[in-house]
């Protein structure tokens, strides 16, 4: 590994990310509250320590990454984000204890969503806009952002782009590597705009609108009330978020697509349009569902099923309704959903809908070739065929994904979590979802959680973040021989 060329890439990012509290800074003088100066002294200390690492290794420039260093680079790179993400909430007090802060910071860097505040309400409003901030910086990645720069610093980004965004299939927008990370940010700085305005039409004020629209394109789900986003009780609110949330949840290299002129791109990807009917399937059974047993009126039911299903299948987890009052078959059908997950290419976590495509396919044909065993098949998604090498790093994805989900339930549990908490908080978590069900679930928080438990739900978020391969192969004694 080259550690001086790993050393100042992580410099880079803690420098870009003490630049980035100038936003929460400025909220916090124009506001006039009372984190001001906790504020200007992170922004100080991480831009500082940032600068010194960079000038310290001044004379790596011109190595190439190998796949390696990239794989370092991300995972360290999220790790020291979390840290330094910490010094706000604990320099203002908002957060005093350590672990506390640094599971709220990563759970934002990650855009889980799952928060230890009782009372968010009550935050400055520059911490408020800090937490919404490090949601939209994680949603498309800060290794994506900062890979855009690094042709001038002699450093190649491939590696950093494959290692951040490990799904099935790569999609090069651009020739080059700094191309296709600015174009992904040009779309998601878009989208993250005009869903802004339309919430500050709709009655937001200026500071709520820009704070859900920075927690919806990054499918993260912090909101600035306590109740999240049924605070409002608004139907255009709840239309406006499903519709960012879905957006946000498909791949954005169709979105690019669809802005240069391919307008049925959405209906040609099989991947898309597997999502989007399951979406459609699980809101019309979930809507059957509580429509008489919770609510009285169809159009209800249909709109707080919609959300929660766009909300948890993307792994947004704002929510709209209680659901743990719903009948358990719509609980099961939510619970469903956190696995699931989003398309590959999105801000959206869980196990991704291509990876369910292609383990259904590749099932039935193994029972196809049982069937006629002389018979020469192709697996095919889209028309193209699927390389036997993706398909064995999408088993192994999926028992890596059950096995490590099942170990740190047990762990949960051992800690005097009950079942349902136990497994949900490990569910949300790795599926970067935020609110589950029991003393996790959509009206409660994770603060009551023991400190052991914190820190196991800390790596299920960078797991699931990351896509577990880029985390748990720093574990493996081989990555670490020459």
């Known amino acids: 590994m080259h550690v001086r060329v790993i050393t100042r890439f992580i410099a880079i990012l803690i420098l870009f990310l003490g630049l980035s509290m100038a936003g929460p800074l400025l909220v916090s003088f124009l506001f006039r509250d009372d984190s001001t100066y906790a504020i200007l002294l992170s922004l100080i200390i991480t831009s500082l320590t ?12 011109g190595k190439q990454l190998s796949h390696r260093d990239g794989v370092a680079i991300v995972t360290l790179g999220w790790v020291m984000a979390g840290l330094f993400g910490t010094l706000p909430y604990i320099l203002s007090g908002a957060i005093p204890d350590f672990t506390d802060a640094y ?46 720069i690094l042709p001038y610093l002699g450093i190649g980004g ?47 004020s200026v500071f709520d609108a820009i704070c859900h629209a920075f927690c919806t394109m990054p499918t993260g789900g912090f909101s600035t009330q306590n109740v999240s986003i049924a605070h409002y009780n608004s139907v255009y609110f709840d239309v406006i978020l499903m519709v960012f949330m879905l957006l946000a949840g498909i791949n954005f290299s169709l979105h690019y697509k669809l802005i240069r002129g391919d307008l049925r791109i959405f209906g040609k990807d099989a991947e898309c349009r597997v999502f989007l009917i399951l979406v459609a399937v699980f809101v019309i059974l979930i809507t ?27 792994t947004t987890g ?66 193209r065929p699927v390389p036997e090498e993706i398909l064995s790093s999408i088993w192994g994805f999926f028992i890596l994904y059950l096995g490590l989900f099942v170990v740190a339930s047990l762990i949960m549990a051992s800690l005097g979590l009950d079942f349902i908490s136990s497994f949900a908080s ?20 994770y603060f009551g959680v023991p400190i ?18 880029t985390v748990i192969v720093l574990f493996a004694p081989e990555y670490w021989k020459k």
Request: overall charge positive; aromatic content about 12%.
């Open 50 to 61: 940032g600068l010194i690492l960079f000038v310290c290794t001044r004379h790596s420039e």
């Open 103 to 148: 599971f709220e910071s990563i759970s934002g860097f990650t855009t889980t969503g799952a928060s230890i505040f009782s009372d968010i309400e009550a935050l400055p409003k520059g911490i408020l806009f800090w937490r919404s901030l490090t949601q939209w910086l994680g949603g498309m990645g800060i290794i994506v952002l900062s890979i855009a």
């Open 158 to 204: 491939m590696q950093l782009y494959k290692a951040e965004i490990p799904s099935p299939v790569v999609d090069k927008l651009k020739p080059r590597i700094s191309e296709t990370a600015k174009t992904l940010w040009k779309v998601y700085l878009s989208f993250t705009f005009i869903e802004a305005i339309l919430l500050f039409a709709g009655g937001m």
């Open 288 to 314: 059957l569902d509580i429509y008489g047993a919770v609510y009285s009126s169809l159009l209800q039911a249909l709109r707080h099923a919609a959300f929660q299903v766009s909300s948890i299948i993307t």
């Open 318 to 383: 704002f929510v709209s309704a209680d659901y743990e009052k719903w009948p358990a078959f719509s609980q099961l059908l939510l619970l469903i959903c956190m696995f699931l997950g989003a398309m590959a290419g999105s801000t959206g976590g869980g196990m991704k809908t291509m990876r369910i495509i292609l383990l259904i396919k590749h099932g039935y044909q193994q029972i196809f070739r049982i069937i006629h065993p002389h018979a020469v098949t192709t697996l095919k998604l889209g028309g």
């Open 426 to 445: 490990v569910a949300a978590s790795m599926g970067n979802i935020g609110p589950g069900f029991g003393e996790v679930g959509p009206i409660k928080n």
């Open 452 to 469: 052991i438990g914190k820190w196991v739900l800390v790596l299920c978020m960078l797991l699931g973040r990351l896509e577990i391969y």
